[in-house]
């Protein structure tokens, strides 16, 4: 029965693990692909809406990871980026009187 404990406590480590290097390797991606102000803005957007934030991390890393980012990622680029997401994200909604 110990054994099996220590076994369950090994087989959940490498997850951990391999989470906490693929969490530092989109750090390294954030920090290289984006400029200071890009950055504090994704942390901003981060605190008030996490989800918004990993849907622009994970297109930043696809970005990266096929090549196709050429430049750092500046505010306003960031901004239009954000804006995209968004607008895809928004519904409309309208109150009819009865």
Known sequence: MMAEQHKDASSRAPPQEE????????????????TSEARQRLANIKMVKP???????????????????????????????????QGTAKREFKIRRI
């Open 19 to 34: 989470a906490s290097k693929q969490r530092a390797m989109r750090d390294n991606v954030m920090r290289v692909a984006l």
């Open 51 to 85: 989800e918004v934030a990993q849907a622009i991390e994970e297109y930043i890393v696809q970005l990266v990871s096929s090549g196709r980012l050429k430049r750092t990622i500046d505010d306003d680029q960031l901004k239009e980026l954000l804006s995209t997401i």
